[in-house]
């Protein structure tokens, strides 16, 4: 209990110390709140511009597309706020010795790489996200049950989950070459996919992205349990795949590690 409460107590002075940081520019933090709600706007219209020639893609309606959409940019908002920034910043601290100061800490190096900064103006994301859920689910006539929504969370924490596994996968092989950053910019390309009904794809597209890359638990499988589609194998997958994602992903952070010599070797 007691390494959970000082893992707590660090989250909370990097949440205090980087609220203050984004508040020394406040008009910089609302520029990226609002520009963060724009861009989820403009797949908001997108979804509109599409259902506007058709009433169903992959069997799923427009309110049901704008749930997914909806919980895409949740989870991936998310990610945003706690990740993306750490993990994109790795392979620079790695390649000027910077990492140098991440090892001497008292602390895990895990945590610290990938929690150390929060980026607070992706609020804007995460609201415009929920009131995008909010009008799918009312748009689609869902009736949603205290379970449901219960279910759909834990999906949610697992698609978030692995989504950052991934990342941080990514990311570690910075410790064997040079530059890796289009690792990210290739990863976020292929994350995207997850913010369209994933079985207009096919069943073998399916199967890729429920065993190998687990893009379905992002959004896909979440939306379907509000929407009544989900199934229970599909949880207990999400869940066991969850697992598996954390486990390697922590493995072969520890494993990457060992091959960093230090600016001063």
Not at 126 to 135: F, T
Request: glycine content about 6%; proline content about 2%.
């Amino acid at each position: 209990m007691r390494p959970f409460l000082r893992y707590a107590r660090l989250l909370f002075i990097f949440a205090r110390t980087c609220l203050v940081r984004d508040m020394e520019f406040r008009g910089n933090f609302w520029a990226g709140v609002f520009t963060n709600i724009v861009w989820v706007g403009a797949y908001f219209v997108f979804i509109k511009i599409i259902y506007a020639n058709t009433q169903a893609v992959g069997n799923w309606t427009q309110g049901q597309s704008v749930l997914l959409l909806g919980t895409y940019a949740l989870t991936s908002g998310l990610v945003n706020v706690f990740f993306s920034r750490n993990l994109a910043e790795l392979p620079t601290q790695i390649r000027f010795g910077n990492f140098d100061f991440t090892v001497v800490k008292p602390v895990n190096s895990q945590f610290f790489v990938s929690m150390r900064y929060l980026n607070y103006t992706e609020v804007g994301t995460l609201a415009a996200s929920i009131l995008m859920i909010i009008y799918g689910v009312i748009l689609a006539g869902i009736k949603v049950t205290f379970l449901s929504v219960l279910e759909y969370l834990i999906l949610v924490a697992c698609g978030l989950s692995i989504y950052y596994s991934i990342y941080l996968i990514l990311m570690s092989t910075a410790f064997w070459f040079i530059k890796v950053e289009n690792l990210w910019t290739l990863g976020e390309t292929v994350f995207q996919v997850a913010r369209t009904p994933m079985n207009i794809y096919g069943t073998a597209a399916m199967k890729v992205f429920t065993y190998v890359i687990p893009l379905v638990f992002i959004a896909h499988v979440p939306a379907e349990t509000l929407i009544g589609l989900e199934r229970t194998y599909e949880m207990l997958i999400g869940l066991g795949m969850t697992a598996l994602f954390i486990s390697v992903s922590s493995f072969f952070w520890r494993f990457a590690t060992r091959y960093y010599t230090s600016a001063s070797s």
